[in-house]
């Protein structure tokens, strides 16, 4: 029998055991080079599929979906009704309200009850319910939207939902992958080989899925006397054969002066074709140079985009656009207007506005047009061209007032600024040799970032020598970036989470938040779809739009679902070795706690590893798992299951066991059906125990 006063000595001496709480904030992303002692506590040593918040934390990513323009995934409802099942209905068939004419699809049948979606109409309660014509059970409820009993079944129902609805949306017709996707007036256009490979085509979103835009004609002119009617939406008339004109192209000369010579973008013609000799336009007249031609579009090009008014009016913005095997491009949503720019060989890759001018590049050469005249490259107007001594891999405008703001010009290996206005004053300037672009990777992140050799670089305005400074930002993730960087294929910014990102044909991706000029974190993705195009852009309502196209013939909406399109997305991080702030004393570890919120249900796996994994150390019990690309430390984790759901999730708690001079601690998770959540910290309780021997 254990006597009252041994009780009372066991009872002191717990109460004396010193128990210390360490608080670890997720905050700086992925650390590949930083040495283990000097790393922060909550950056990771390895990642997944989670990115760096703006204000701290890590969150597991959303996800993307199939798009062509009618009802998204995500968007989809699911409705119980409860019944009497006196038949053998299946999921997948339709159910009809026999009184109410109402329908719906079935997507899941648990106990006595259907869970349906796309529903038209109002189911009513006590009707029959019919399969095709017979009748399969009599309701006792009306359609309950949302009406899941528990906050896994309901995640469950919405992600069979969106399958339904997926199953609906198609590919971009034709064959091979996307060759370009953009946004434009709340449409998204995509380019694709036609089904035999033989040319481009151009679709766009709908309702009803993609439809393709019809190319018109094109016929080229030099004008004659009267040129004040040779106008857009004019008639062109030789003889019987008419055609509306879509668009005028001056290529050289000018219509007032009566020596305009270029393109004329017309309709189909009426009463026959158009050959070469004399035709009017009102009472101005011009020489044909042959019949018209149906304006098509070689295959397999890259495309690039930009917008750009040289109209001034509040509705004369348009897309330009180019490929690298097709002439340049204008395009306002109905007519597609091909811009010849008297080149040989007519194959911009890049493009872009500035100073109200129309710049292209041809391999290591740069042109642009006159001044608010897109159409024009004549010398005499204000065109030139300008040589770069190096292949050209795009441009950006870089900051300052109308008169003082440059032109980035990047080539592989160099970046030059182009300052001055035009013609006249142009001066271009080398910024540094070295330093330069990889095709594809720069965008306007509040200043320029870009790929290098080097690694994504920042090229910001300063009082520096050149007005210019720049700085490699992802030097803490170099292994990610000396694996991967010649892969890239695609980048783009998310504005609402102020990230760049970096995308790679093995479907790879590089997550950069930042604020201002302060890195919050760099985090690598790895996706199911391997992304080749990709557009970020404001619709009219000014909410942002993140669309990429991939080999597969598909173009997917970013930020938008539970899963990668129907396929799991699989997450996992695992922070640095933390040795509280005493490497060399040994902890007896207690327990840890992970801070979350999100909205909804999830479940994930909570791991740890003890001493840098070491074997000469004794390790938790461990759990068997699996991933695509583990290391030998995965073998050192216990592993712990949280299940939550609502809003927020109040901390909480999970056992450890072991004693070492550090740990590390892990989360893991693979899930189709529910929505992103967010780890802002962690807690750990421990108690120190010796100091560790020599």
């Known amino acids: 029998m254990v006597s009252k006063r041994a009780v009372q000595i066991a009872a002191r001496a717990l109460s004396s055991v010193q128990v210390a709480t360490d608080y670890i904030n997720l905050f700086g992303g992925l650390d590949q080079v930083t040495p283990p002692l000097k790393r922060s506590p909550g950056v990771c040593r390895s990642t997944q599929n989670f990115e760096a918040r703006i204000n701290g934390g890590y969150r597991r990513i959303p996800g993307y979906e199939v798009f062509d323009g009618r009802t998204s995934p995500s968007s989809a409802q699911y409705a119980i009704i409860t019944a009497t099942i006196t038949g053998s209905p299946a999921v997948g068939n339709t159910l009809t309200g026999a009184t109410s004419g109402a329908t719906g699809v079935i997507i899941a049948l648990p106990g006595s009850s259907f869970v349906i979606t796309k529903i038209t109409g109002t189911f009513q309660s006590g009707e029959?319910?019919?399969?095709?014509?017979?009748?399969?059970?009599?309701?006792?409820?009306?359609?309950?939207?949302?009406?899941a009993a528990t906050a896994v079944l309901h995640a469950t129902y919405n992600?069979?939902?969106?399958?339904?609805?997926?199953?609906?949306?198609?590919?971009?017709?034709?064959?091979g992958n996307i060759l370009g996707v953009w946004r434009f007036n709340n449409v998204t256009y995509a380019f694709r080989n036609n089904a035999g490979g033989t040319a481009a085509a151009l679709y766009k979103s709908s309702t009803g899925g993609w439809v393709q835009v019809s190319f018109e004609y094109q016929v080229t002119y030099t004008v004659g006397s009267g040129a004040a009617t040779i106008v857009d939406g004019g008639t062109l008339t030789q003889g019987g054969v008419t055609a509306t004109i879509r668009r005028v192209l001056v290529r050289t000369g000018t219509l007032a002066a009566g020596t305009a010579a270029g393109t004329l973008v017309i309709s189909v013609a009426a009463g026959g074709n158009f050959a070469a000799g004399a035709a009017t336009v009102g009472a101005g007249t011009l020489t044909l140079s042959g019949a018209e031609t149906a304006?098509?579009?070689?295959?397999?090009?890259?495309?690039?985009?930009?917008?750009?008014?040289?109209?001034?009016?509040?509705?004369?913005?348009?897309?330009y656009g180019c490929d690298g095997v097709n002439k340049a491009f204008e395009f306002d949503g109905t007519y597609f207007v091909p811009i010849p720019t008297g080149m040989t060989t007519d194959t911009p890759a890049y493009i872009t506005s500035h100073k109200n001018q129309l710049f292209l590049s041809f391999v290591g050469s740069i042109q642009h047009s006159g001044p608010g005249t897109p159409y024009t490259w004549s010398i005499v107007t204000g065109s030139t061209?300008?040589?770069?001594?190096?292949?050209?891999?795009?441009?950006?405008?870089?900051?300052?007032?109308?008169?003082g703001g440059a032109l980035a010009i990047f080539t592989r290996n160099r970046t030059s600024m182009l300052y001055g206005s035009g013609v006249s004053d142009w001066n271009l300037v080398p910024y540094r040799?070295?330093?330069g672009a990889y095709p594809h990777t720069i965008q306007d992140f509040g200043q320029t970032i870009f790929l290098d050799d080097r690694g994504v670089t920042f090229l910001q305005t300063s009082q520096a020598f050149g007005n210019f400074a720049h700085a490699a930002v992802t030097n803490a993730v170099l292994d990610f970036i000396n694996d991967y960087r010649t892969l890239a294929?695609?980048?783009c910014v998310s504005r609402d989470l102020s990230q760049y990102r970096l995308f790679f044909s093995n479907n790879r991706a590089l997550y950069i938040t930042a604020v201002g000029n302060k890195i919050v974190g760099i985090m690598p993705m790895l996706f199911v779809d391997t992304v080749r195009c990709v557009c970020s852009l404001e619709d009219t309502d000014g909410s942002e739009k993140i669309f990429f196209g991939s080999d597969s013939g598909w173009v997917f909406q970013m930020e938008k679902g539970t899963s990668f399109d129907g396929d799991e997305i699989e997450f996992y991080f695992e922070l640095a070795y933390n040795f509280s702030k005493s490497p060399r004393v040994n902890k007896r570890y207690r327990d840890a706690t992970f801070e979350v919120e999100g909205d909804g249900y999830a479940a994930f796996n909570f791991g740890y590893s003890l001493g840098y994994g070491s074997t000469s150390i004794p390790q938790p019990d461990n759990q068997a798992v699996t991933l695509d690309f583990s290391s030998v430390f995965w073998d050192a984790f216990t592993w712990d299951a949280f299940v939550?759901?609502?809003?927020?999730?109040?901390?909480?708690?999970?056992?450890?066991?072991?004693?070492?001079?550090?740990?590390?601690?892990a989360l893991r998770g693979t899930s189709d059906y529910y929505q992103p959540f967010s780890i802002s910290g962690a807690v750990t309780h421990y108690t120190p125990r010796r100091i560790l021997r020599a």
Do not use: C, H
């Open 128 to 147: 029959n319910l019919n399969v095709g014509g017979p009748t399969v059970a009599v309701s006792t409820s009306t359609a309950i939207i949302s009406g």
């Open 159 to 175: 992600n069979l939902a969106a399958d339904q609805y997926r199953s609906d949306i198609a590919a971009v017709p034709g064959s």
């Open 295 to 319: 304006i098509t579009m070689l295959p397999s090009g890259r495309f690039e985009f930009t917008n750009a008014n040289f109209g001034g009016a509040a509705n004369t913005t348009r897309v």
């Open 385 to 403: 061209e300008i040589a770069m001594s190096d292949t050209v891999t795009g441009f950006m405008k870089q900051p300052g007032s109308e008169a």
């Open 433 to 435: 040799e070295e330093l």
């Open 489 to 491: 294929t695609a980048s």
């Open 644 to 665: 939550w759901d609502g809003t927020t999730l109040a901390p909480s708690t999970v056992a450890m066991e072991g004693e070492a001079e550090n740990y590390s601690l």
